[in-house]
């Protein structure tokens, strides 16, 4: 399935409750068949279920209606990710720059800098490696977009970056998104 790329602003309505349950996580770096620069913390559902839960409802709710179906996902992955310029400096692998989150149908982002920062965003490509959407790294906006599609940061900056980095897998419902429900 072809999922849009969506932008969400103020998607939580209390940022702060996160930043609380920041201060609780274990960070790690990447293992080495991992591709991504700076620290993350464990999963959401291993770490804190209801908040997995909470967050996952919201965001297939943006492409599903629950009034109408249940939607079920095999696979989803919810974690802090967050880089330093100096995490940037160290990272070998380049082609994490521009990349598909493979093995996934959605992918997305939860920025959480409190300072915009327009060039720290995500920038989704074509097939042919053109832009097409640029999206700023702006405060508690979700970015989702299809996992297949090319992306990657717009381009690493000086500051430090803190996101939530989310991954979806195996979406199944009655009705797909793009499916029309009522005829016209």
């Known amino acids: 399935m072809i999922y849009p790329t969506i932008v969400v602003e103020n998607f939580f309505k209390d940022p702060q409750l996160i930043f609380d349950f920041l201060k609780k996580v274990k960070w790690s770096r990447a293992k080495n068949h991992e591709n991504w620069p700076g620290v993350r913390s464990e999963s959401f559902h291993k770490i804190n279920p209801e908040l997995h839960s909470f967050i996952m409802n919201k965001i297939i709710s943006v492409f599903y209606e629950y009034r109408l179906q249940q939607v079920f996902w095999e696979s989803a992955s919810i974690q802090f990710h967050k880089t330093k310029p100096s995490d940037l400096k ?25 300072t915009l920062c327009e060039k720290s965003g995500t920038t989704i490509y074509n097939k042919d490696l053109k832009k097409q959407v640029v999206v700023s790294n702006n405060f508690n906006s979700l970015l989702l977009y299809d996992a297949n599609k090319f992306h990657g940061v717009t381009e690493f900056t000086d500051l430090e970056t803190l996101r939530l980095v989310i991954f979806i897998n195996k979406v199944t419902a009655k009705y797909k998104f793009l499916d029309r429900i009522y005829d016209c």
């Open 90 to 114: 160290k990272w070998k692998r380049k082609e994490t720059h521009i990349h598909q989150d493979n093995n996934m149908e959605i992918a997305g982002v939860i920025y959480l800098n409190k």
